[in-house]
């Protein structure tokens, strides 16, 4: 795990969809060109998505790098330079994990208003999910069993390790890398983002966040709610807190 360096006043740890990718063209240009003028950001992806996703992405022009990834969901933790996975910051998520997948899998295989999703994840299995179908002794199940459930969007359904997901895995990775915890702002917009806003962060919820979200959030000034959407959301937010690159006392 690489050393970071240099005085760091913010530590943007940011969900993808809706998020660091929502917002207008303009406002997504605005942030990441922000981001690479300041070498005092850190930038965190935490996202649902998988690595080929993500390799795609930091390919495209104009979209900034990533320092370190935690993706899946919480449940992987990726160095940005190779989304190469940190063993040591995994090892707790592998453990409680357990291989779980064929089990899980057995599991929910019938239940009604599931639908596996493809793509093969490592310490998480992940369905999409109908709400009207979905029954609550399904959630049940899953949580019986000894996995956590989360759904998110109305559309996605994760069974994940016991006490793991994006707000626990981030807060290893600050109190790893010693990042100064109060800069760092956490970003999201869907249900699988509420334990960013758990952790006791700054943290915004942008614009445009699912309205289950907004119901469950922990009223606490640590917790903004912006105006804008996606990037320009988070832009917002970098002033409200005063996470600019001089520390005001």
């Not at 999409?128 to 998110?152: Q, W």
């Amino acid at each position: 795990m690489r050393p970071v360096a240099g005085t760091i006043n913010l530590v943007l740890a940011t969900d993808l969809d809706g998020t660091f990718l929502g917002g207008s063209e303009a406002e997504r240009r605005a942030l990441y060109e922000e981001l690479r003028a300041r070498d005092d950001a850190l930038l965190i992806f935490v996202t649902g998505r998988d690595r080929d996703f993500l390799r795609r992405l930091v390919e495209q022009p104009g979209m900034p790098r990533p320092h370190y990834v935690i993706g899946d969901v919480g449940t992987s933790v990726f160095d940005g330079a190779d989304f190469a996975p940190i063993a040591t910051l995994e090892a707790e998520i592998v453990a409680r994990w357990d291989d779980a997948g064929d089990r899980v899998r057995a599991l929910l295989a019938g239940e009604p208003g599931l639908e596996l999703q493809p793509t093969p994840f490592r310490h998480r299995v992940s369905y999409y999910y109908d709400p009207a179908r979905l029954r609550a002794e399904t959630v049940a199940r899953i949580e019986a069993a000894g996995f956590d459930c989360v759904t998110s969007a109305d559309t996605f359904l994760d069974v994940l390790p016991r006490g793991i997901a994006k707000g626990p895995t981030l807060l290893r990775l600050v109190q790893a890398l010693g990042l100064p915890a109060g800069r760092v702002l956490a970003a999201g917009d869907t249900m699988n983002d509420l334990s960013l806003f758990e952790t006791g962060l700054k943290a915004v919820a942008v614009g445009n966040s699912e309205p289950r979200l907004r119901a469950a959030l922990p009223e606490t000034p640590q917790v903004y709610r912006a105006r804008g959407h996606g990037a320009a959301g988070i832009a917002e937010a970098i002033r409200h807190f005063n996470l600019l690159p001089e520390v005001v006392a």
